[in-house]
């Protein structure tokens, strides 16, 4: 099965060119995915008032609703997500208060996480955060992809771990998503 256009990267990363940006391009080449960098958008942090309503937030949410299947792309920072990342998520309170219809078309998503840094291993605390998240959220969490990289990204070095990746998300069980009303 093809994910083709339906799958959307988020590049969540203080560098729009970094090693975390050469993996997502490397991933999305495979299937010819569509990347969002949040760099590119305004997305204030969460507010109890909900002030905020007309950054770019609900607009990439609602782009998002076209996919089937999303992978968050973010470098380890300090065994843990990217604060742009952060800030994604802890917006998606907005969809549990005051924008409850727009974030039932998430539920039951089927999502993943790609990953560089410096570490031979992702952090379990980094793992831990997503599977809690993706949890309470109601995404289905699927495979991670993380490739380490104590200097500049290496195609090369991870071509093989990338390519058993985007296998791995093909399968017929990661692509049940069926949007919900």
């Known amino acids: 099965m093809n994910i083709g256009s339906k799958l959307t990267i988020v590049l969540a990363s203080s560098r729009s060119n970094g090693n975390t940006s050469k993996l997502a391009q490397a ?9 969002i960098d949040l760099n590119k958008f305004s997305i204030s942090y969460f507010d109890y008032e909900h002030k905020n309503k007309s950054d770019d937030f609900l607009h990439l949410i609602e782009a998002l609703t076209e996919s089937d299947y999303i992978i968050f792309a973010t470098p380890v920072y300090w065994y843990s997500m990217s604060a742009q990342l ?26 993943s996480v790609i ?42 070095q991870h071509k093989k771990a990338i390519q058993q990746y985007v296998k791995d998300i093909e399968s017929p069980s990661a692509l049940a998503y069926k949007y919900h009303e």
Do not use: H, W
């Open 115 to 156: 990953a560089t840094g410096t570490d031979a291993a992702l952090p379990l605390s980094f793992t831990q955060q997503f599977e809690s998240i993706t949890d309470y959220l109601g995404f289905q969490l699927g495979s991670q992809l993380y490739c380490c990289c104590p200097a500049d990204f290496e195609l090369q």
């Open 27 to 35: 991933v999305a080449a495979e299937r010819q995915a569509k990347i």
């Open 86 to 111: 952060k800030t994604f998520f802890d917006r998606f309170t907005d969809l549990l208060t005051i924008n409850k219809d727009l974030g039932r078309k998430l539920r039951g998503m089927p999502v």
